[in-house]
Structure formats: structure tokens, C-alpha cells
């Protein structure tokens, strides 16, 4: 089980202007992407208790022009999803560590059949009532085609649950908003202040963990790249209705999703994932990927 604990409560990361401190000295995050220069980006992390310590949480790539995160990026291990933290408890709504003006306001949902669509699900968190709440913040929010998040989306976050083991599974999930767009959604919608929010052409989630799944070892000690396994699933955000299946075309390679939005995933390390690992896309190796 890979942890990196950091002080009691810490954030990382500037209120509103661009900047890398919440990426700068992670070089041990393995979910982490490259950190990339933008005017609207601000990169941060959030840190909470779980059990006896103090364990980081998720890290994000916020741009201030989408009110929404590209990236959200965590580690989920078997204590992750287990324990009595209940969503019922949480509450949407500003995270603090941001400047407000830039977020959406989530005190309601946005307007029309749009969600407050997590990308690091709730239920990924349930070691903690703490960690949880933080899920709920608005950087972590983007609206998302209510039918879409409840059917489809939340089938995919089930099944990345399910391939959680004994060593790390380290995940980026991400918004893209470069189109072509679905003629079944609109290309934004407004907050309930009246804020006009983009909404995603494209969901994305790419994976990393080792083959085993039990080794206890780092993914960055392993010299053999055929002891590693990634994957990449591109979603287009559309009107889904019922449908939970994956669309032909949706699962990728990791590498593949890199060229689409311009991150370079899982390169924090020393030495990085190579692109070997990261070219993989055999999906007879993640249950349930078709």
C-alpha cells in the first residue's frame, strides 16, 4: 500500500493564478500528469484524515475559463472503498482553497438535465468522512447529462473499483471540452448563479497499477514493463439514455488519450512510465472491458 502522508489538512497549490506548487517536489505521486503551462490553469491538491493519518486526498488541474477541472488525478487503494463515510453527510458546495468567483456555484444543481457530475467519485472515498466531503467541492465538478452520470458514467466508476487492489491503482479522471459534441447535449449550460459553464464534449479516465496487483512495490521499480498494465476509456458526452455498455472506440490507450488532450499522464516519476506501458490497450486485462 504506497501512501504519501503530508501535514495535518494541507492543500497545495495558489488561490487563483497559475503556478505548480500543488505538482512541484511530487515526483512520488505516480498519478500525477506533467504539469503544463496555461493562463487559466491552477494546479492543486487536497490532503484529509484517514484513520490515524493524514494522506492526500486528490490533486487537480482547474481552468478558470471552463469553471471546471481538466484533470482530477488519485491513488485508490482497497482502504480507499471501505468504511462508514456517507454522502449523505456531504455537502456540495465552494472549495475553499480557490478563488470563488472562479468555480460554478453548486449549491443546487446546474440548470436544465445537467448533473453535478464527480470525477473522483464519491464512493471512492468512503475511508473517510473527511476525504469524502472534499469530493464534493466544485473543482471537482462538471455538469454532466444526468442520464450519462447516473447510467454510463457511473457504471465506468464501479468498474474501476472493481480492478482496485492490494498495491496502488493510480487514476486520472478528465473533462475534455474540445468538441466534436453530441447534437443530444448542449455545448454549456449556466450555474445557479447564472454563470454560463461549458459543458464537456468528452469524458476520459486512463489507469495504471501493476500486473499482480500484490507485488507491495512502487510502479516506478519495475524495470519490465510487461509487470505493468494501463488503460485508457474516451467517453463522448451525449444523452445515453439507459445504456451502461462502452462504445466501440471507447477504450484506448493511454497514449492515445495523451494525444487528444495534450497531458502527459503518469510522468511525476523518476524514471517515468514508459511509453510502452502507456501504449497498452488490452482490455481482456480489466474486467468487465469489453
Known amino acids: 500500500n504506497e501512501s504519501t502522508r503530508v501535514g495535518g489538512g494541507e492543500s497545495g497549490g495558489d488561490t487563483g493564478e497559475t503556478g505548480i506548487p500543488a505538482i512541484e517536489g511530487r515526483t512520488g505521486w505516480a498519478e500525477l500528469p506533467a504539469y503544463k503551462d496555461n493562463g487559466n490553469f491552477i494546479y492543486h491538491f487536497h490532503s484529509a484524515e484517514k484513520g490515524s493519518s493524514v494522506e492526500r486526498n486528490y490533486s487537480y488541474c482547474f481552468d478558470k475559463s471552463k469553471r471546471a477541472s481538466c484533470w ?16 449523505n ?47 464534493f467541492y466544485a473543482t471537482n465538478m462538471t455538469p454532466q447529462y444526468g442520464n450519462f452520470n447516473q447510467k454510463r458514467w ?8 472493481n480492478w482496485v487492489c492490494n498495491d496502488t491503482l493510480y487514476v486520472v479522471t478528465g473533462a475534455y471540452f474540445g468538441g466534436p459534441y453530441s447534437n443530444t447535449i448542449a455545448t454549456s449550460t449556466t450555474d445557479r448563479s447564472g454563470n454560463v459553464t461549458p459543458t ?15 507485488t507491495h512495490r512502487s510502479v516506478d521499480s519495475f524495470e519490465d514493463a510487461s509487470q505493468l498494465q494501463s488503460i485508457g476509456i474516451w467517453l463522448q458526452h451525449e444523452n445515453s439514455g439507459d445504456d451502461i455498455s462502452m462504445p466501440a472506440g471507447s477504450v484506448v490507450s493511454v497514449k492515445e488519450i495523451e494525444e487528444k488532450t495534450g497531458f502527459e499522464f503518469f510522468n511525476m516519476l523518476n524514471p517515468a512510465i514508459a511509453d510502452k506501458v502507456k501504449s497498452q490497450c488490452n482490455p481482456a486485462a480489466w474486467s468487465g472491458l469489453k
Not at 487503494?77 to 456517507?86: L, Q, Y
Not at 457511473?154 to 473499483?161: A, H, P, S, T
Open 154 to 161: 457511473g457504471y465506468l466508476e464501479g468498474k474501476v473499483r
Open 89 to 135: 453527510n456531504s455537502e456540495f458546495g465552494y472549495d475553499p482553497d480557490v478563488e470563488w468567483s472562479y468555480q460554478a456555484n453548486m449549491y443546487s444543481s446546474y440548470r436544465g438535465s445537467y448533473d453535478r457530475g464527480h470525477q473522483i467519485p464519491a464512493a471512492d472515498r468512503k475511508c473517510s468522512q473527511e476525504m469524502m466531503d472534499q469530493t
Open 72 to 87: 482530477v488525478a488519485y491513488p485508490i487503494h482497497t482502504s480507499h472503498i471501505s468504511g462508514s463515510a456517507n454522502r
Open 200 to 214: 464537456p464534449s468528452h469524458y476520459f479516465k486512463v489507469v495504471l497499477r501493476t500486473v499482480d496487483g500484490n
